[in-house]
């Protein structure tokens, strides 16, 4: 095996190294469209076509991506998941162009990839390719939705989803401050390897504030950009309310103070007055039973009881 391997280097040594052109930096495909990995080679002498081969291999496990031998595709020991998705541009080859293309993208392709070129001399490159998909608007809710009081704890949900590779969640205040506590973010792939990306932000509720969600795509960027603000629409009892309604029940209160006040002098006055009615009417009765010798008696009581 060693010697066997000893020998397939000498044997590359021994070639003149062909040197790949290939990209340095990842190349980004979006998620299910078409993707061109750019491999090109110098060979200053025009080639026969049949002497030409290119190998296209995954890196790491050296499955076969495509390969083209003596003048023609040979995919029989394609990877199958490449099934009808690769090609070589034919009439390019002949000007030292050996790209492939890749079709419809999946999460699966990100990787490396390693191109082998022969005309006599040989050389290989690898180069990397980085998938990306794009996520939704990010939306956000409240929970809970109604009858909102300042002071209330509530969770603002932020859902995004669709993108890879996996997004990062910023909140941010009216003033752009990043919010930083409280915050719970999840990721869940689908089967395609798409994420979802959710985040909860916890806050207490203070009215007229705005908290915006952001979903930042680490290849593509900044995607996604949401903000709500909590105003006398998602509160039931916002302060205006809330002070009109203290200050009729104050008012209320007031008239049932005053009500009550006039109607207790009412009373009083008109016990007052009775009790006078009453103490003339007892007056007038005496001045009328001391006229009728009445006294008299009640003063032979007094001489009895003294
Ligand atoms: C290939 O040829 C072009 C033009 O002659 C030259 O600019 C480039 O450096 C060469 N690349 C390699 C890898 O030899
Ligand atoms: C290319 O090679 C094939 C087979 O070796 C040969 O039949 C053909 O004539 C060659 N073509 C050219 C243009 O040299
Ligand atoms: C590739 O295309 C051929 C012909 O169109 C078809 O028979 C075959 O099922 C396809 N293979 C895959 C994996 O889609
Ligand atoms: C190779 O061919 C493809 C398809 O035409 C093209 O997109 C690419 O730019 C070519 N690369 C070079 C280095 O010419
Ligand atoms: C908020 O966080 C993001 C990402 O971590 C950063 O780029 C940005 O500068 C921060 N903004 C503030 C105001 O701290
Ligand atoms: C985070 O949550 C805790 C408990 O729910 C709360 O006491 C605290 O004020 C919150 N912090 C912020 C910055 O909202
Ligand atoms: C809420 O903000 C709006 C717009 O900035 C402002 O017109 C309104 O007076 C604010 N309300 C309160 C209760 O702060």
Redesign the pocket.
């Known amino acids: 095996m060693l010697s066997l391997l000893l020998s397939a280097v000498l044997a590359v040594q021994a070639m003149a190294v062909l040197e790949l052109n290939v990209p340095e930096q990842p190349v980004v495909a979006l998620h299910s469209s078409d993707v061109v990995l750019s491999c090109s080679f110098n060979h200053t002498n025009p080639f026969n076509l049949s002497d030409l081969s290119v190998f296209w291999q995954l890196t790491d496990t050296q499955r076969s991506v495509h390969r083209y031998l003596e003048g023609h595709d040979q995919l029989a020991d394609q990877a199958e998941r490449f099934a009808n998705r690769t090609r070589l541009f034919p009439n390019q080859l002949g000007l030292g162009n050996a790209s492939l293309l890749l079709s419809r993208v999946v999460v699966a392709d990100e990787g490396s990839y390693t191109c082998f070129v022969r005309v006599q001399d040989f050389g290989s490159a690898a180069l990397l390719l980085q998938v990306a998909a794009p996520y939704s608007k990010p939306v956000v809710t409240l929970e809970p939705q109604s009858n909102l009081r300042p002071g209330d704890?509530v969770a603002l949900t932020c859902v995004s989803y669709g993108g890879y590779p996996e997004g990062d969640v910023i909140w941010q205040d009216a003033g752009g401050r990043n919010?930083t506590?409280?915050i719970t973010t999840s990721v869940v792939a689908n089967g395609e390897g798409l994420f979802t990306v959710t985040s909860v932000l916890?806050?207490?509720l203070e009215p007229n504030s705005t908290y915006s969600c952001r979903l930042i795509n680490p290849i593509l960027g900044e995607e996604g950009y949401i903000s709500v603000t909590v105003t006398g629409q998602n509160i039931a009892f916002p302060p205006v309310a809330l002070w009109v309604t203290v200050g009729l029940a104050i008012c209320l209160l007031v008239l049932l103070i005053a009500l009550a006040a006039v109607c207790r002098r009412k009373i009083k006055e008109s016990c007052e007055e009775a009790k006078r009615e009453a103490e003339e009417a007892k007056v007038l009765e005496e001045e009328e039973e001391s006229k009728t010798g009445v006294r008299t008696r009640w003063g032979g009581e007094d001489e009895s009881g003294g």
């Open positions: 704890e919010l506590e409280n916890t806050v207490v």
